[in-house]
Nanobody, 114 residues
Framework: VQLQASGGGLVQAGGSLRLSCAAS????????SGWYRQAPGKQRELVARIVTDGGSTNYADSVKGRFTISRDTAKNTVSLQMNSLKPEDTAVYYC????????WGQGTEVTVSS
């Protein structure tokens, strides 16, 4: 599985960004997809995850109500809509897909200015 992330950038606090992750390869084995982030000096953390079978989602408490993860099966993409962004959302965001192993896309940087 290959993952290509896009959509990061610089935004002011309160603004919105949409990240997308395009999957290719053995995508039929993907059991779940997600977004993680890693801020400078911090560990990588789960932001949001969506299960392929059934579409159930889960979110980090810090983003609940502001971020929405979704998938487009026709386009083999998973997106993360981020609204009401805060400076503490600044991080490198990574998309992830799990089959029997975990696959990672390249990071995309999100910077939220105050």
């Amino acid at each position: 599985v290959q993952l290509q992330a896009s959509g990061g950038g610089l935004v002011q606090a309160g603004g919105s960004l949409r990240l997308s992750c395009a999957a290719s390869g053995s995508i039929f084995n993907i059991r779940s997809s997600g977004w993680y982030r890693q801020a400078p000096g911090k560990q990588r953390e789960l932001v949001a995850r969506i299960v392929t079978d059934g579409g159930s989602t889960n979110y980090a408490d810090s983003v609940k109500g502001r971020f929405t993860i979704s998938r487009d099966t026709a386009k083999n993409t998973v997106s993360l809509q981020m609204n009401s962004l805060k400076p503490e959302d600044t991080a490198v965001y990574y998309c992830n897909a799990v089959t029997f192993v975990a696959y990672w896309g390249q990071g995309t940087e999100v910077t939220v200015s105050s």
